[in-house]
């Protein structure tokens, strides 16, 4: 016969198998409960990306490219300016060389001119002033 420690292990473990049944029934319904969440979570997930992902990226490419042909035009416009500036700047210094040319000698030569005129008029106020001593004395 069987020894009695033997069926009393096969007693236990056959009653343990049968406390596991409703646990492992419960396992299998909790992960096709997870499946199923998995794949709404993968529906949603793929709805959301071809619905609002996709036509942001897109939306998102084409402002940077309108962004690009901005920031092309702008530099083109820069570059325009900044030669227009060098041309600017080359003509008045042109016209500053020939203002300094033509009239700084000019201007010299006034100033020369007022000077002596200057001199000279001071020049005969002191001589009338020394005529009417002269006369008063």
């Keep these: 016969m069987i020894p009695a420690a033997v069926l009393i292990i096969a007693i236990a473990f056959a009653v343990a198998v049968l406390a596991l ?3 492992i029934f419960q396992l299998m319904r909790t992960l096709k409960s997870v499946e199923s969440t998995l794949n709404d979570l993968n529906t949603s997930v793929k709805t959301l990306i ?3 992902i996709l036509p942001l990226v897109n939306s998102v490419r084409n402002a940077v490219d309108e962004v690009n042909e901005v920031v092309a035009i702008a530099k083109a416009g820069v570059e325009k300016v900044e030669g227009t500036v060098e041309a600017v700047t080359g003509t008045v210094d042109g016209i500053n060389a020939i203002v300094d040319e033509k009239i700084r000698g000019s201007l010299i030569d006034a100033a020369a001119y007022l000077v002596g005129i200057k001199a000279g008029v001071q020049t ?5 002033k020394l ?3 002269k006369e008063v004395a």
């Design 21 to 23: 049944i409703p646990a």
């Design 50 to 52: 071809n619905t609002e």
């Design 124 to 128: 005969l106020v002191e001589n009338i």
């Design 131 to 133: 005529r009417k001593k």
